[in-house]
């Protein structure tokens, strides 16, 4: 597949005041923090306690200091407020699995876990779509959204938040995103602290963190050939050739081991561990990193019956 930076359906709207950008925090991937981080998060034998102190003192030992390798960057056209706290994302979407487990840790005190921190996440489905957005084009030729079972309507699929346990923990269940026109295969994320489980949502903190998780291209387009990604065709875009990515595991690019060697359609487990300041805050002033996504504005409109709590204040 080559890299395609034509106009689809995807430009970014104007902000409102609960669509708006976190410019400060950043993911930690400083050299042996990702791996030893990752290699003891998902070992069936070793405690989450044993993970995190493990991953934070390779990082120490490594590095002399935790350090903020990663700006945010544009939240893009298709947050929604009132994500519902939850586990499993997928409601019913079909995909090869993902089990995300990302690790939310202090970048400005020695890469300490940030416990009760809520990691918000948000991505299209096999076909490129996003719930409350199922009009937007995803460029090239894809079924319907409503061939896979949805209706624009009542869904909130690929949507969801997670509290970070003592250790700075939270895991997702959910399916390898499929691709839009211009953009590569990517995951929306956002880190707020100080507010509370409510009424099944997130209410009240700040958001200090935007960005996005990023999937490498051979084990991308090795995804795409299967069902149901490969009746979605077009020109898919690589990370090189992408207007937000711009390299290296400093740019949210996740660590991915196979649930089974030599079969894709297992699934996958991904790891990132992100470093925040507390207390930096959205400013509203707009994206840092790769900026916006392109586009003219998507036309679908939220879920019917969506979660009317706001996510962030």
């Not at 070992?43 to 995190?52: I, N, P, R, S």
């Not at 602290?193 to 958001?207: A, H, N, P, R």
Request: glycine share 14%; aromatic share 8%; hydrophobic share 30%.
């Amino acid at each position: 597949m080559t890299g395609n930076h034509k106009a689809g359906n995807h430009k970014d709207r104007t902000i409102t005041r609960r669509r708006a950008l976190a410019v400060t925090g950043g993911t930690v991937a400083a050299g042996g923090l990702a791996v030893a981080g990752y290699q003891s998060a998902f070992a069936d034998t070793t405690t989450e306690a044993e993970a995190t102190a493990s991953a934070t003192a390779t990082a120490t030992s490594t590095s002399g200091s935790c350090m903020t390798l990663m700006s945010s960057v544009t939240e893009g056209p298709y947050y929604l407020d009132g994500a519902l706290v939850r586990k499993d994302i997928t409601e019913g979407k079909s995909g090869v699995p993902l089990t995300l487990r990302l690790t939310v840790v202090d970048a400005t005190d020695g890469c300490t876990p940030v416990p009760g921190a809520a990691v918000e996440i948000w991505h299209c489905d096999a076909w490129g779509y996003y719930s409350g957005y199922t009009t937007a084009n995803p460029g090239g030729s894809a079924p319907a959204e409503s061939e896979d079972g949805s209706t624009a309507d009542d869904n909130t699929y690929l949507r969801g938040y997670q509290i970070a346990n003592a250790n700075g923990v939270v895991k997702f269940e959910t399916i390898f995103p499929g691709w839009y026109t211009p953009r590569t295969c990517h995951i929306h994320l956002k880190v707020h602290t100080g507010g509370q489980k409510e009424d099944g949502t997130y209410e009240g903190g700040k958001v200090n963190y935007t960005g996005q998780l990023f999937f490498a291209d051979d084990i991308a387009q090795e995804i795409f050939t299967l069902e149901p990604y490969s009746r979605h065709s077009g020109s898919y875009t690589t990370l090189d050739d992408d207007m937000v990515y711009d390299g290296g595991g400093a740019s949210g690019l996740l660590t991915l081991e196979p649930v089974k060697k030599a079969d894709p359609s297992k699934g996958y487990r991904g790891f990132l561990t992100l470093g925040i300041d507390p207390d930096a805050e959205n400013t509203g002033a707009g994206s840092g990193g790769g900026g916006g996504e392109g586009g003219t504005p998507p036309t679908g409109a939220p879920p019917s019956d969506a979660p009317s709590a706001s996510a962030s204040s």
